[in-house]
C-alpha cells in the first residue's frame, strides 16, 4: 500500500511503524535530575518513574535560546530516557555533555539497546490493547505505562507523531521481533498494516508538527515554531537559554513564525523553495507532502507579518497562500 493509501487507511484503522527515525539518550547518575532541570525547558524535576506525571516534552537550548533538540523525557527507576530524532542524537549529547562539570552524570546513546516501535491511527490504542491482553487499553495524552507484550516488558507512551492518535513503544532490542511479530498478528484481527516511514512524514505535515533537520534547529527558536506552551516551564527556574525564551514570551512576538502554504495551482511544493512576497524574500519551504486529505501541503518558516491565513506568498515563482496550522486537527497530539 502507499504512503498515501496508509494515511487514508488511518482515519478508521492504524499502522505498524518500525522507528528507525528515533532514539533514546539515557542520563544517569546521582545529580542527573538537579542536571536535567538546569538545561531542559521543562520541569522534569516533578516526574516519577511511578508516579502521575512520568513524562513530558522538553526542548535542549543553546545559550542564545535555539534549538538543539526536541526531547520526550521519560522518568525510569534509575535514569531519565530522552527520546528524540536520531539525527538530533549527537549534536544534543555533545550540547549536554559540554554542561557536565563536577556532576555525577552519565550521558550515553541508548539507541542500540531500546527499540522504537509505534502505532498510529484511530485503532491504535485498540491495536496495543490487544497485543498486550489488556481490555479497553487507554492513557492520558503524554503518559506512559508498562505492558507485557511478547512476555516481555514494553513501555507505552500516549502521544502521536502526526494528526492521528498514536501510541509509541519501547522495546529491549533482543525483544523487538517477537514483540513485533505479536502486534502484527493483533493487528491483522483489526485491519492493521505495517507501513514505512513515509507515511508518517504526511502525517507530521498535515499536524504542522516541526522536525529536527528541517523545521527544528540551530536556527530557530521555539517562539517560532509555536513550542512554547507545550515544552516550557516558567515557574521551574533557570535553565540555559531561559533569558531569551523569557523575553520572547513577554514581548509577545518573534521575528519568523511556522507558517502552512498551499500553492494556488495545487502543485506540490519543493523543500528549500524560496518563499517571496511583494518582492523580497520573507521565509523558505521546509517540508512537503502530498495528503490524501488536503491535496499539496507545505510547511514554511517565514517572516512575522507575512504569516496569517490567507496572504498571498511566491513559491519558486507561483502563486502560493499562507494557512492555518495544523492542516488536520492531532487526535493523541505529541
Known sequence: MSASG???ALHEGAAIFRRTDRGVIAVRGSDRVRFLQGQLTND????????????????????????VAEFHVIARADAFWLETDAAAIPPAMARLEKFVIADDVVIADASATIARLSVEGARAFEAVGEAAGVAAFALESGSVAT????????????WSSGSEAGVQLFAARDEEAHVLDVLRGAGARLGVVEADLAALEILRVEAGLPRFGAELGPDTLPAELGLV??????TKGCYTGQEVVARMHSRGRVGHRLIGIVLDDGTLAESGAEVRAGGSRVGAVTSVARSPRCGAIALGIVRNGFDAPGTPLDVGGRSAQAATLPFVSRAGSR
Open 229 to 234: 506552551e507545550s515544552r516550557v516551564s516558567f
Open 6 to 8: 496508509v494515511v487514508a
Open 44 to 67: 522534569v524535576a516533578s516526574l516519577e518513574p511511578d508516579g502521575p506525571r512520568t513524562a513530558c516534552p522538553a526542548l535542549v537550548l543553546t545559550r542564545e535560546g535555539r534549538i
Open 147 to 158: 505492558l507485557r507484550i511478547a512476555g516481555a516488558d514494553v513501555l507505552a507512551g500516549a
